[in-house]
C-alpha cells in the first residue's frame, strides 16, 4: 500500500507547514455522504462512504471511533485524500457502509499544509481546539453521542439495524468498549491497540524506560488531574484534566468487557506502549470466563501497527492490511 495513504503515519510524522489557502474541499469532493442530526443543543456531523452505486443499498454498518487529536475526518493535499483508516477500503465496502463521525467543532476536511502537527487543527484567531471541542473531549461524551448516532442511522432505509460493527483504535478503543457495555444496535466490537488500564498508566510506563523526568512528570499531571478531575480549561493547549481522567477512570475497558455480551476482537502490536495492559485484559477475560472474545497480538509492530528495521521504525513495514484481513475474517465467522 503507497505510504502517503497510512493517515495515522501523519501522527508522527508530519509538522505544520505553509501552503497557498485554498477554498476547502467538501466530504462529496471525495465520495462521502454526509448526514447531519441533533444531538442535545449540538450538530453532529456524520460521514458515510459506500461502495459507488450501492450507496442506497441496505447493508450492514461499520462504524469507526477517531482516535485523539482535533483532527479532521478526511485529510488531503494536492494529490488527493489520506485514507480515514490506512487499510484497502474495497473489501469493506463491498460488504459495508463505512461511517466516521467528526471531532466536535473540527472542520470535516482539512488540507494537510495548511494544518498542525499531526494533521491537528486549530482556530485561527487562538491557535488553539476549538471551544467545542474542549467541552465534549471526553469519554462520557462520546459513548452517549455515538449511541445516538446509531440510533439515528437504524432508521435509514439503506442500513441493516440488525448488523452494526463498530471499530476503535487508541482513543476510540475505550469508546467502543464502552459503548459495548451496553450495546443496543451493536451487533460486534473492534478494539484495537487500546490502554486498558486507562491512558494515565500508559503515559507512566512509556516514561518508564531510562526517561525518570517524564515519568515523574506524568505522576505530578495526575496528581493534579486526580484533584480536579472534571476541570475543564479551554485557554491552554493539551487534554484538559477531564478528558484524560475520563479515558483514565475506574470503569476502565476491563470493567467495560466483563460486562459485555457482544462478539469482540482485540488486536494490538506486542511493541505498543500499552501491550501489556492488553495481555492483563486477556487473562481477565479468561478469569471471568468470557467466551465472547477474540485476541491477537501482532509481535514486533507499535501503536500504528508499523514494524522495525535495525530498531528503527520502518514505514514500509506496514501490518494494517493483515489486521484488516484477521478483523474481516472474524466478522465474516461472527455472521
Not at 127 to 145: E, S
Not at 281 to 293: C, P, S, T, V, W
Not at 318 to 332: C, G, I, K, P, T
Amino acid at each position: 500500500m503507497p505510504l502517503r495513504h497510512f493517515a495515522l503515519v501523519l501522527l508522527l510524522l508530519l509538522c505544520g507547514t505553509s501552503a497557498t489557502r485554498a477554498q476547502p474541499k467538501t466530504p462529496a469532493d471525495f465520495g462521502y455522504r454526509h448526514l447531519r442530526m441533533r444531538y442535545q443543543r449540538d450538530t453532529v456531523d456524520i460521514l458515510v462512504l459506500s461502495k459507488k452505486g450501492e450507496e442506497l443499498k441496505c447493508k450492514p454498518l461499520f462504524f469507526f471511533a477517531q482516535g485523539s487529536l482535533p483532527r479532521p475526518v478526511i485529510l488531503y493535499d494536492d494529490r488527493g485524500p489520506y485514507r480515514v483508516i490506512p487499510i484497502e477500503m474495497d473489501s469493506l465496502l463491498a460488504r459495508y457502509h463505512f461511517v466516521v463521525v467528526s471531532k466536535p467543532g473540527i472542520p470535516l476536511t482539512g488540507d494537510i499544509r495548511q494544518l498542525g502537527p499531526g494533521g491537528a487543527y486549530a482556530a485561527p484567531k487562538t491557535g488553539l481546539p476549538p471551544v467545542a471541542f474542549c467541552r465534549h473531549n471526553y469519554l462520557g461524551y462520546y459513548v452517549r453521542r455515538n449511541a445516538a448516532v446509531l440510533r439515528y442511522l437504524a432508521h435509514q432505509p439503506w442500513a441493516d439495524a440488525h448488523d452494526i460493527t463498530a471499530m476503535g483504535h487508541s482513543e476510540g478503543a475505550p469508546i467502543v468498549a464502552r459503548m459495548a457495555r451496553r450495546p443496543s444496535h451493536l451487533r460486534r466490537v473492534i478494539y484495537l491497540n487500546g490502554s486498558s488500564l486507562g491512558r494515565v498508566l500508559t503515559m507512566t510506563s512509556t516514561g518508564a524506560a531510562g526517561d525518570t523526568t517524564g515519568t515523574a512528570a506524568a505522576y505530578r499531571r495526575w496528581q493534579t488531574i486526580v484533584a480536579a478531575p472534571k476541570a475543564c480549561d479551554c485557554t491552554q493547549p493539551g487534554d484538559s484534566p477531564r478528558t484524560t481522567a475520563s479515558f483514565s477512570e475506574s470503569q476502565t475497558p476491563i470493567e467495560d468487557f466483563r460486562h459485555c455480551r457482544i462478539p469482540v476482537f482485540v488486536g494490538y502490536g506486542t511493541l505498543d506502549p500499552a501491550a501489556v495492559s492488553n495481555e492483563y485484559l486477556h487473562l481477565e477475560m479468561i478469569r471471568a470466563g468470557k467466551r465472547n472474545f477474540t485476541f491477537r497480538a501482532y509481535p514486533g509492530v507499535e501503536h500504528n501497527f508499523f514494524g522495525f528495521t535495525n530498531g528503527q521504525l520502518d514505514y514500509d513495514k506496514a501490518h494494517w492490511d493483515e489486521v484488516a484481513r484477521d478483523f474481516l475474517a472474524w466478522m465474516r465467522a461472527m455472521k
